[in-house]
């Protein structure tokens, strides 16, 4: 029942990043001396990022195009091609390949889907509270099942990873340093979005800036 609330919660804050955009005004950006940008449309070497942080839950949701994580973007054409796929999209099931949150926060991934539009069906991967208790940095065992599709726009197929924890001492939350940049080809940078109950920012990531530090 416990996990069953947390992940309710987590629908409505994924629900709350669609909204991003509609909720975050210029103005809100200006106060922290920060330029507001909208996350642009599908373009290669681009990505995004929208980190939600309320209480004790964290979401982390992360767009790329398939391109630059896999290197093409058509749906597979043979079974090197699905290999291909398969192997690029390790990474984003482990949180702790992805990203790396403070050991002190005591974050413990409850959910995790990743996917490539287009060439996958979504897998979802879930950690049970009860069931294993391992901190954000642990590694999530439990199986991923993935099945090739038609793309129907070969040039809009796009890495789609979703990331649900739930942080014990939300407190120790200071910075979050996002790995998941060594696992992409020729990415130039990565738009993110971070929402706290007390501020809201956008930044840019490189890869000679990968940290984020979620106080001010």
Request: proline share 5%.
């Amino acid at each position: 029942m416990k996990l069953k609330f947390r992940l309710n919660r987590a629908c409505w804050m994924l629900i709350f990043i669609v909204a991003i955009p509609f909720i975050l005004v210029p103005a809100s950006f200006a106060s922290s001396g920060e330029e507001y940008r909208e996350h642009a449309p599908h373009e290669h070497g681009h990505g995004a990022i929208d980190i939600v942080m309320e209480a004790e839950e964290v979401v982390i949701e992360i767009r790329i195009p398939a391109v630059n994580v896999v290197g093409f973007e058509h749906a597979p054409r043979d079974d090197e091609e699905r290999e291909a796929i398969r192997h690029a999209l390790v990474p984003f099931e482990d949180a702790s390949s992805a990203f790396v949150l403070p050991g002190e926060a005591g974050c413990e991934v409850e959910n995790i889907r990743a996917s490539i539009a287009g060439m996958t069906h979504e897998g979802e991967r879930h950690q049970d509270e009860a069931a294993n208790g391992h901190e954000q940095h642990g590694h999530d065992t439990h199986g991923h099942e993935e099945h090739e599709v038609q793309a129907d726009e070969e040039d809009h197929s796009e890495l789609h990873a979703t990331y649900h924890l739930h942080c014990h001492v939300p407190g120790q939350l200071r910075q979050v340093d996002m790995r998941v940049l060594k696992h992409l080809r020729d990415i130039e940078e990565i738009d993110v979005r971070l929402v706290t109950p007390d501020a809201q920012r956008a930044l840019t990531l490189h890869a000679g800036k990968t940290v984020i530090e979620l106080v001010p």
